[in-house]
Structure formats: C-alpha cells, structure tokens
C-alpha cells in the first residue's frame, strides 16, 4: 500500500513560482515512477509532469515545458514539482500519482495510486 500526500499549493500572481511536494508512505516508493497531473474547472485531467524511479528520466507536457521541473528524493520519499514563469492556465488542482513499475507513463490509468489533490490558482 502506498499513500501520497500533496502540499505546497497555493495562490501566486502570474510570473511567479510555487514548488509542491508529495510525500509517499509505504516502503515501495523507490521502485516506482511517479507523475503529476492536473485538472481545472470542467476540464478533464491532464498529464503534467513524470520521472522515473532512478531519476534519470523525465517528461513533460508541452505546455509546461521549460517552465516547470519534477524531482524526486528517494530517501525521503518525496517528489517534487517546480513551477516557474506560471500563468493563469496554470490554475487546476494538482495531484501525484505512483505507477506500479519504475517506468515513466503518460496515460493516467497506467498509474495505481493517487494522491487527494493541491490546489494552485494563478492570478493575472
């Protein structure tokens, strides 16, 4: 079993940066990749971010390329999502998720554990 708490949301003017956490609690953590993804308001939920269990490996959507970065501290347990340069499109709930394998994926189904969600609102 694995639990994922996210934190670190919060309101931020256009321009500016937030980093979220997530914590994980099970003993897996380290064998498992881990993503990002986000919904807004009556949009459907979109893949953002994901990095490999060895932290060689990381992909990102293009719309948060070159302004967002994920990073993950095995011994901590913890993932992070930097966010730069964030626009109000930005705004959405931010949730982490842990595939079973240690391979980066795309697709939400391919992930088996989600976190409870932080939001990020980004004002113009």
Known sequence: QLQLVESGGGLVQAGGSLRLFCAASGRTFS??????????PGKEREFVAGINWSADATYYAD?????????????KSTVYLQMNRLKPEDTADYYCAA??????????KNYGYWGRGTQVTVSS
């Open 31 to 40: 064998s498992r990749a881990m993503g990002w993804f986000r919904q807004a």
């Open 63 to 75: 719309s948060v390329k070159g302004r967002f970065a994920i990073s993950r501290d095995n011994a």
């Open 99 to 108: 595939r079973p394998t240690g391979g980066v994926a795309i697709l939400a």
